[in-house]
C-alpha cells in the first residue's frame, strides 16, 4: 500500500510540474526563435538586393535575439535561391530576401521550379525602390517630352540600355515604348554596372535605372533623370517630375521583401514581421535608404500579397505584348 500511494504521488508531483510547463498538457516548445535563422539573398553579394538586407542584418538580429546568417545564392535571375527557400523545412528558420524579379515576373517569362503565390508566405515588405528615366548628360532631351519627340524623329536610331535580357529595367523600358509609340532598339548588358559604362561611353541614349545603379553618374554630372516612375513625386527625388505627367498611369518600380516556405505558422511570420517593420523604421535604414533613392517601405503579409498581384497584372499585358523571354 505504501508503495502504491508513493506511486501516486510521484505521478501526480510530475503531472503538476507538467502543467505548468506544458499548457493544454502538449510539450511546450521554447519561444522562437532559437537559433540562427539562414536569410537566401538570391543574387550576388555586392549586388542592390544584397546591400539592402545587409543593412537590415543587425536591426534584425537584435530584435530578434539570433543571429540572421545571409546566404547568398545568384542564378537564373534570382529563381535559384528562391527556389531553395520553397524547399525549406517551414520553421522559420529559412527565409528569401525576394524582389519582384523571382517572386512575380520571371514566371511571365518562362517556367520556374515554384508557384511564386502558392510556394512562399509573404512576411513583410522592405522598401520600393523607383525606376529612374535617365540620358547621357549631352543628351539634346532637356525633358522627357522632348525625349518622345527627338525618338520619334530617330524612328529605330536611338538604343535604350537595360540591366538584362528580361530584367525589371527591359519590362519597364517596353512599357515605355508601348505607351509612348516609340521604336527604340533594345540593349541589354550584365547588370547596372555595365550599362552605366555604357551610358559613361556614350552608347545608349537612355535607360531606366535605380537610383542605387545611377547614382554615382548622376552625381557626377555625367547621366541626367528627366522623369522618376513613381505614380506621384517622390521624397526620394524631390523636384524630379513622373512620367505619369507625361504618360498617365506610368508607374514602375522594383520592390524588396522577405518571404518564408508555404506552412510556415502565423504565429512566426507575425513575429518577423513585427520585427522587419520595426528595423525599416530605424533612422539609420532609412538614412541608409534615402541617401541611395530607396523608399523605406513596409507592410503586412496581406499587403505584399496585394503587390505581387497588382504586379503580374501590370506587367502580363506588356511582357506578353513585347514577348519578352528570358
Do not use: C
Not at 540562427?36 to 537584435?62: F, M
Not at 507625361?246 to 518577423?272: C, E
Amino acid at each position: 500500500m505504501r508503495h502504491a500511494t508513493r506511486r501516486l504521488l510521484v505521478h501526480a508531483t510530475f503531472a503538476g510540474a507538467v502543467a505548468v510547463l506544458l499548457p493544454g498538457g502538449a510539450l511546450a516548445a521554447d519561444p522562437y526563435p532559437t537559433k540562427p535563422i539562414r536569410v537566401v539573398v538570391p543574387y550576388a553579394a555586392g549586388g542592390t538586393t544584397d546591400q539592402l538586407a545587409r543593412v537590415l542584418q543587425p536591426a534584425l538580429s537584435e530584435s530578434l535575439g539570433q543571429q540572421l546568417v545571409i546566404d547568398n545564392k545568384p542564378g537564373a535571375g534570382g529563381t535559384i535561391g528562391t527556389e531553395i527557400a520553397v524547399g525549406a523545412p517551414p520553421d522559420g528558420y529559412t527565409l528569401v530576401f525576394g524582389n519582384n524579379g523571382p517572386n512575380a515576373l520571371i514566371q511571365l517569362m518562362r517556367p520556374v521550379p515554384y508557384d511564386p503565390i502558392n510556394d512562399l508566405r509573404p512576411v513583410a515588405l522592405v522598401a520600393l525602390t523607383p525606376m529612374f528615366f535617365a540620358v547621357p548628360a549631352d543628351s539634346p532631351a532637356k525633358t522627357l517630352q522632348d525625349f518622345i519627340a527627338y525618338a520619334k524623329q530617330q524612328d529605330g536610331k536611338l538604343n535604350i540600355g537595360s540591366v538584362g535580357q528580361g530584367s525589371f529595367s527591359h519590362v519597364t523600358a517596353e512599357y515605355f515604348k508601348q505607351l509612348a509609340g516609340l521604336n527604340l532598339v533594345h540593349i541589354p548588358y550584365n547588370g547596372g554596372a555595365p550599362l552605366m559604362s555604357a551610358f559613361a561611353g556614350g552608347q545608349v541614349q537612355a535607360a531606366f535605372v535605380t537610383g542605387l545603379d545611377g547614382a554615382a553618374l548622376q552625381r557626377a554630372g555625367k547621366v541626367r533623370y528627366l522623369a522618376i516612375a513613381t505614380p506621384q513625386p517622390s521624397p526620394v527625388a524631390p523636384g524630379v517630375p513622373t512620367v505619369a505627367e507625361v504618360l498617365p498611369g506610368f508607374r514602375s518600380y522594383s520592390w524588396f521583401a522577405v518571404f518564408a516556405p508555404k506552412g510556415t505558422p502565423d504565429d512566426i511570420v507575425a513575429k518577423l514581421n513585427a520585427a522587419i517593420v520595426g528595423a525599416v523604421a530605424r533612422p539609420d535604414v532609412q538614412k541608409f535608404f534615402a541617401e541611395r533613392n530607396v523608399e523605406a517601405r513596409s507592410s503586412t503579409p496581406e499587403g505584399l500579397a496585394k503587390i505581387i498581384l497588382d504586379d503580374i497584372a501590370q506587367w502580363g499585358p506588356v511582357i506578353k505584348k513585347g514577348n519578352i523571354q528570358m
